[in-house]
């Protein structure tokens, strides 16, 4: 509740201060987490949710359950230390434009604060496969999610990433 009453009223000054009339706050792609033991964190739409706007045809999703991707769990000898992670990512479109991140694990709050930028930008599954992965680590396990390149070459950035 902070971030958006802290969002709003810094768009109250700019509007009343700043000389910007039209500036506004908008709360579509808002990031949230519930930490616990395992932080869950999400942004943008649910796989439902997706499907009710743009129907069953035209949204794809991707799921990965990797092992807890910390360095901390990576330098253990026991695989039972390492929490499952779970994480779920809802394109829709021929260039599936992420429209939904849903990630349970540690440092997930952390994660998908990046992503929800990427998002508000207009990121497609392409433009999360063009980035290289920081290992170990959960954020790593979202664009390294299905089989790489076998999403569309399609940017929604406006300058296209090289892949």
Known sequence: LTPKTVAAARRVTDRFFGGLETAKVTFENTPYAFL??????NVGLTEKEAIEKYGVDDVKVYRSYPKQGHLYH??????????????KMVCSGLN???VGLH????????ALQGFALAMKMGAT??????CLAIEPSLAGEV?????????????????????
Not at 125 to 130: G, L, R, V, W, Y
């Open 36 to 41: 616990s033991s395992l932080t869950i964190a």
């Open 74 to 87: 990576s330098l253990s000898n026991r695989d039972s230390d390492a929490p499952q992670s779970f994480i």
């Open 96 to 98: 599936e434009q992420v």
């Open 103 to 110: 990630i349970v694990g540690l440092g997930a709050e952390e």
């Open 125 to 130: 599954k392409s433009d999360f496969d063009s």
């Open 143 to 163: 664009v390294q999610m299905g089989i790489w390149g076998s999403s569309p070459q399609h940017s929604g950035a406006k300058v296209f990433p090289q892949v």
